[in-house]
Each structure stands twice: as C-alpha cells, then as structure tokens.
C-alpha cells in the first residue's frame, strides 16, 4: 500500500500524518515547541526545535505504520510564514530565536518601504509584519551577521533545506527570486541571489536525507514534495480550491482563507489589513485574520488555571460557558491580545474585559472570549466583502472548531451556514504530494479523491438577531478603547 504523509511545522507544534491514496487517515504524530514573546509586539521560535520535533513526530509516525505491506511513497511540507531565517554557506541559522509571522518589530522598517518603493511587496502576512519589512529590519539591526549569510530563509524554505539539503520556496510562503523582490532587496541592501529559487507546490525539491530516512526508520528513498504555507495547505485540506469556498482556521489565531480568481490590488491589502498569496492552478487566496483566536481561550484557561490545563478542563470550561446566554450577561472580551488583524492592523492594541460586576464569574467570561473572537472574525469577513471578495461556501476547522458551542456562536455572529471538517494543513500536503509523484494528474482531482466529510452548522434565526445587536454594540467598545488608546 502507498502511503502518503503531510509533515506540517505549525505555529504551535509540527504534526505528521499519514494517509492513503483515498485520503483515509492511517498514523498521526503530534508534537508542541514553544513560541517566545521577549518584549511587546515580538514572536519568535527556535529553528532547532522544529528539527528536533519533526524527527520525533516522523520517527513515531514510522513506527505507528509498521511493515505491513506499507511503502511511503512520498513526503509533503507545509509550515507557517511568513518568518526570517538567515543562515550561513552550511545552512546554520545565524540567529539563535527567529521573527516569526506573529512578531511585528518591523513595524517602521515596513512604513519606511512604503515610502522608498511603493507597496508591490505587500501580500505575504499582515503587511508590516511580511518578510520585506522583516529582511529590513535585519539588515538595519544586524549589519555584521547580514554580512555572513548566505541565505535569507523562511520556514518552509529552511525545513526543506534540512529534509533535502536543497534551497527553494514555494510561491505561497517567503519570496523567492523574482522581479517584484528586486527592489526590495536594493533598498534593504541585500543581494536577490541571496534569496531561494521559487517552485511549483507539487514539484519533487529531492530525495529525504540518507541519514534523517535512518533516523526515522525509513529503509527507501522517499522523494519530498515542497508544498505550500500552512494556511493554503490547510484550506486545500479542508475541501476549499474553486473560487468562492472559503475557510475559517480557528487555531492559535483565526484566519478567513477564501479561493479567488483573481488577486487583490496592493493598495487594498495594505489599507485593510488583507493578505493574498497564490494558490494553486492560478488561483489566489485572500483572506483577513484575528491574532488571537483559540490562543485567546488557551490564554484564559492558562490564567484561571495555572499550569497545564488537559482536555477534560477545557470541555468543563466550554459546557460552562453553554449555559450562558448570547451576550455573557453584559461582558464583552476585545481579544487583542497580541494586536489587532483586519481590517484596521494595530500591532500595539491590548486585550481586554469590559461590564465586570460583582455577579461576574468565570463561565461568563469563557463565553465572553468564545464571543470575542467570533466578532473580530466578523470584522474581518466584513473587510473582505465591502472589497468584493465572494464567499459561497464556507467551512470551518482547527482546534477551536472542534467545540460544538463555538461553532454555532459563528455561525450565529456570521449568519451564514457552517462546514465543519476535520481536515488539515498535513492532509493538503499530502494531496500535493499525490500529485507530485502523479497518483493524481491535478489538484482538483486529487482533491475529489481525498477530502473529508464534513457537518453542516446553521444560523439560528433567533440568535442571529441578538447577536447582530451585540456586534454593533461589540464594533462600539473596540472604537472608544481605541479612541482612548490612541490619546495616550
């Protein structure tokens, strides 16, 4: 039996997952690494962490599928981006913790390009936080270790580089050698060779590592397939490849992913706060996010109780928060707790809890996150639809999508129905993997072979209407705290 495996380095943890050529889940293997947050608005990771658990989850992955008449026929990467990685001429990083997708330090070196080239470069991530503003920064700050790299990597271009000792990017993750990064580079005063060549998604990059296939227990040759960011492979796994479907990830952040024809103009992106990266089969992804989605929740439970908080507190938490109504009894969370996404990008905004009482206590403010984050990704879907983005189809997935209440507050606060689906950033690799050693001749196919099944969530006419009052009066919070911020 072929087997298929998704290898996804994730903002939170690298998982990997095997499949069939009909998409059936065989093995999966998870395991987390920490993200560092030193000072206000940063984000980074330890690149040798990623190392060091992928070669976990993969060693036990192999494990799992055991020599039963299995053969691993290929292997598909997806990581998160945008992120900076400069390495030397052995492919080292040169900084210890790295600036991930979440760290906005380059806040002014992004403003400062506006003004010296214009906005062509806007497009991956939020815009101030994308890898040109990120590659300034480390030019401006690191003058000596910008003279010893070799390379300037994102994440996906770094783990190919150790699974196959080969430098490349995918045109959905970190900027490869193109004309549009020309003159970004001339005015970072950074070389475009130092830069990766850019492929296709379904390209076989090489053959996994002689000694890492040891490691792992894998006695073949296994080509690796270069894949795309988390997001896109997420939203290929998840069913979304035609304009108009479109997908909700409610993991660490929340993100609206929606398939387009067509990109969206520079100026658009940058004044809403809207990414757009290609896809597959010339097509396009645009999309709006909230930074912090089910972290908002790992954050609350983190706080009310300390420590490690398992599986069994988080669904006490959540059948709590059920028995409130729509509203959490007055109280309203702005989950802004590592800055604000679309459309209005503020990477300086704070969190916070508005309407205590004494009568408060913690299932209301459960419900208030859950509720919380639901508005901002409406702010985020409305930033999207008044710039013509269509939506006909939306589903919904990740961490926070596995709650049967916070599912239906979505699709309450959105007004529109629900898909919830079970599939994931390792399943849209290892659909393109299928493609790229041709089990399938496209994606599309690929995708009709291998997508989940997925459950339908419908608005409730009732909770619509409160909750449509309750996101006007949401939208009025958010403005006079950042009336009020903005005076300070």
């Known amino acids: ?96 913790r790295i600036p991930i997708w979440q760290d906005e330090r380059s806040f002014k070196q992004g403003h400062r390009l506006l003004k010296e080239i214009g906005a062509e470069w806007v497009g991956l991530g939020m815009p101030f936080a ?35 000792r080969e430098y490349a990017t995918d045109p959905s993750s970190e900027p490869g050698r193109s004309s549009v990064w020309e003159r970004l580079c001339c005015a970072s005063s950074w070389s475009i060779e130092k830069l990766v060549p850019v492929r296709r998604e379904t390209k076989i990059i090489g053959e996994l590592r002689d000694d890492l296939a040891r490691d792992f227990g894998i006695p073949h040759p296994v080509p690796v397939i270069i894949g795309l960011n988390d997001g896109a492979s997420a939203t290929l796994g998840n ?15 929340g993100v609206i992913f929606v398939v387009s024809d067509q990109p969206i103009p520079s100026d658009i992106r940058l004044r ?81 809890f508005i309407g205590l009482s004494l009568q408060t206590r913690r299932r209301e403010l459960a419900r208030a996150v859950l509720e919380g984050v639901a508005f901002t990704l409406r702010d985020a879907m409305q930033a999207l639809s008044v710039n013509n983005v269509y939506v006909e189809k939306m589903m919904i997935t990740g ?30 690799a290892a659909m393109l993997a299928a493609v790229g050693i041709r089990i399938y001749p496209d994606v599309d196919i690929a995708l009709e072979n291998m997508k989940p099944e997925t459950i339908e969530i419908h608005p409730q006419t009732q909770a619509v209407e409160t909750y449509e009052r309750l996101f006007h009066a949401f ?3 958010r403005d006079v705290l950042f009336d009020i911020n903005n005076r300070m």
């Open 239 to 253: 069913g979304a490849a035609h304009p108009g479907e479109a997908v909700i990830t409610l993991g660490t952040n």
């Open 272 to 352: 809403d706060a809207i990414f757009c990266w290609p896809f597959i089969q010339d097509r396009w992804i645009i999309g709006g996010q909230t930074k912090s989605g089910a972290a908002s929740l790992q954050w609350f439970m983190g706080w009310i109780q300390p420590g490690s908080p398992d599986n069994l507190e988080y669904s006490q938490l959540l059948e709590e928060s059920a028995e409130v109504p729509a509203g959490s009894r007055g109280v309203t969370f702005l989950p802004y707790l590592i800055g604000k996404g679309t459309p209005r990008d503020d990477p300086l905004a704070t969190g916070s």
């Open 399 to 428: 961490g926070g999508a596995r709650s049967e209440l916070w599912r239906q507050i979505l699709a309450n606060v959105l007004n529109r129905p629900l898909h919830y689906c079970d599939g994931d950033s390792c399943l849209g």
């Open 130 to 164: 994308a890898f040109g503003p990120k590659l300034r920064w480390f030019t401006e700050t690191h003058p000596d270790l910008a003279q010893k790299t070799a390379y300037a990597l994102g994440v996906k271009a770094y783990l190919l580089h150790w699974l196959t």
């Open 1 to 96: 039996m072929n087997v298929l495996i998704g290898l996804d380095i994730g903002t939170t943890n690298v998982k990997a997952a095997a499949y069939n050529q009909d998409g059936a889940l065989l093995a999966e293997s998870s395991a987390t690494y920490p993200t560092h947050y030193p000072e206000p608005g940063w984000a980074e990771q330890d690149p040798l962490d990623w190392e060091t658990s992928a070669s976990v989850v993969l060693t036990e992955l192999v494990a799992q599928l055991g020599d039963n008449g299995v053969q691993i026929a290929a292997l598909g990467i997806s990581a998160h981006a945008p992120g900076l990685i400069p390495v030397d001429d052995r492919g080292q990083t040169l900084l210890k």
């Open 475 to 477: 939208e009025k919070k």
